[in-house]
């Protein structure tokens, strides 16, 4: 029911000039990428990026967003190195350029994305660039957004009784290998702490990847159709080894 927003690190770089597959750029490119950041025309850059072409194709992060960079590429920046002030031509001001690896291409690979849900929308205040931080090739990123207010329910109604869950049909197919001789020991968890009592827990099926559980049953601990709607579960599988070893998580999955 909330919007979901992600920091993310990507390694998509802009399709800019012949690069090949290392992103690799030529002295040409990489001058003819410098000049565009010098004039501040970031959207010709930013119409080049991958991770952004993705979007839109919805081949990764579907139905996220994200605001507009309005600010000099984040990476890659030269360690150690502040943002270094020269002259203009035409008056005596000066412009400040972040100085860049000519091994690489710059890009914004430091991104703020969200998804909302259907209801709600996300609104974006700012998009910022911390150009005090040089220890890394990379310029942290950070933003402001106001997310909507968001009805909380109450758990319990008068008129109706307490209940369980069942989930049925529970299984698993092609689990990751975590145990010698390339099998696991699944068990899957159910987990909502506002929805349950405890979270819901399988029994353990030995030695396979393609698990499948009897029918769970978890106390609820609401009964308020609106507040139950709301919730999202998780899904853990994880691989059991033994009451004297912390058990090695297989995977998770969300559902709502």
């Known amino acids: 029911p909330y919007p979901l927003c992600a920091l993310a690190v990507s390694d998509e770089r802009p399709d800019f000039g012949e690069q090949g ?34 979007i839109k194709e ?12 309005d600010f000099s590429p984040t990476f890659k920046v030269l360690k150690g190195k502040n943002m270094q002030a020269k002259p203009t031509h035409r008056k ?8 860049y690896d000519t091994k690489r291409s710059a890009a914004w690979c430091d991104r703020v994305l969200w998804k909302e849900n259907k209801k709600q929308s996300l609104t974006q205040v700012f998009l910022k660039s911390d ?18 207010y968001c009805p909380i329910f109450e758990n319990q109604l ?8 069942c989930f049925e049909e529970l299984k698993g197919e092609g689990l990751r290998s975590l145990d ?11 987990i909502c702490p506002s929805l349950f009592f405890k979270d819901g827990r399988t029994g353990t099926k030995l030695k396979t990847l393609d698990p499948e559980w009897s029918d769970l049953f978890i ?8 507040m139950i709607k709301n919730q999202i579960l998780i899904f853990k599988a994880m691989d059991y080894d033994g009451a004297d070893h912390i058990d090695d998580l297989i995977g998770t999955q969300c559902y709502h």
């Open 21 to 54: 597959k290392l992103k690799e750029p030529s002295s040409k490119d990489f001058n003819a990428i410098v000049d565009l950041i010098k004039a501040k025309e970031y959207e010709k850059l930013f119409d080049k990026d991958q991770l952004s072409k993705q």
């Open 58 to 69: 919805q081949v990764a992060w579907q139905d996220f967003k994200e605001g507009k960079s």
């Open 92 to 99: 005596k001001k000066k412009y400040r350029l972040r100085l």
């Open 131 to 148: 150009e005090s931080i040089n220890t890394s090739d990379h310029k942290p990123v950070y933003s402001h957004l106001q997310i909507p």
């Open 158 to 165: 008068e008129d109706k009784e307490s209940f369980k869950i």
């Open 180 to 190: 010698v001789g390339g099998k696991s020991d699944p068990y899957l968890l159910v």
């Open 219 to 226: 106390n609820v601990a609401a009964n308020n159709p609106l």
